[in-house]
T-cell receptor
Framework: NAGVTQTPKFQVLKTGQSMTLQCAQD?????MSWYRQDPGMGLRLIHY???????DQGEVPNGYNVSRSTTEDFPLRLLSAAPSQTSVYFC????????????FGPGTRLTVT | EDKVVQSPLSLVVHEGDTVTLNCSYE??????LLWYKQEKKAPTFLFML????IEKKSGRLSSILDKKELFSILNITATQTGDSAVYLC?????????FGKGTHLIIQP
């Protein structure tokens, strides 16, 4: 049982480059979300999805896009990376929006130079 | 705007001590409060609380919620070095989970 998987584990980008962080879950969870974690800031919600085809913005959505074409996958796209996006990114899922026990992926450490 | 405040932000104690971590919140349409433990990786789930006054317990860890005063505490008794971690409090509301900044707990041998 893989749970929530994320790739890559580490990534270094130059300013202006684009990339996609991958997230997949095999628990048939309806709710998926992306967080970023910065020192002293806790976890902040970037985007979330309550089901395939439905996405919405969280607290810090600027500079990021998401899509949810299947229940299993929820990729996060950085269109033009900026140093302020240097962070650790976590993907999480839960059974549905009303169930808050979220399962987290292992995280992606992103550095933008 | 939903807000979750944890205190203290950091705490250093000796093995065997008992610690109490605090979490206060202001959330629209409160639904649940959760505690997570984060070592050098992803957060792992500890407790979810939805009702006031009912203690949840798991081994040496316990937690209770006060919905009138809008806070929760996480207690760890007989601490061990393996309890060293960041403890995150999160509150579920209308927009999903809002996290506090965490309490960084260090247990010295």
């Amino acid at each position: 049982n893989a749970g929530v998987t994320q790739t890559p584990k580490f990534q270094v980008l130059k300013t202006g480059q684009s990339m996609t962080l991958q997230c997949a879950q095999d628990m048939n969870h309806e709710y998926m979300s992306w967080y970023r974690q910065d020192p002293g800031m806790g976890l902040r919600l970037i985007h979330y999805s309550v089901g395939a085809g439905i996405t919405d913005q969280g607290e810090v959505p600027n500079g990021y896009n998401v899509s949810r074409s299947t229940t299993e996958d929820f990729p996060l796209r950085l269109l033009s990376a900026a140093p302020s996006q240097t962070s650790v990114y976590f993907c999480a899922s839960s059974r549905d929006r009303g169930h808050y026990e979220q399962y987290f992926g292992p995280g992606t450490r992103l550095t933008v130079t | 705007e939903d807000k979750v405040v944890q205190s203290p932000l950091s705490l250093v104690v000796h093995e065997g001590d008992t610690v109490t971590l605090n979490c206060s919140y202001e959330v629209t349409n409160f639904r649940s409060l959760l505690w997570y433990k984060q070592e050098k990786k992803a957060p792992t789930f500890l407790f979810m609380l939805t009702s006031s006054g009912i203690e949840k317990k798991s081994g040496r860890l316990s937690s209770i919620l006060d919905k009138k005063e809008l806070f929760s505490i996480l207690n760890i008794t007989a601490t061990q070095t393996g309890d060293s971690a960041v403890y995150l409090c999160a509150v579920g509301g209308a927009d999903g989970l809002t996290f506090g900044k965490g309490t960084h707990l260090i247990i010295q041998p």
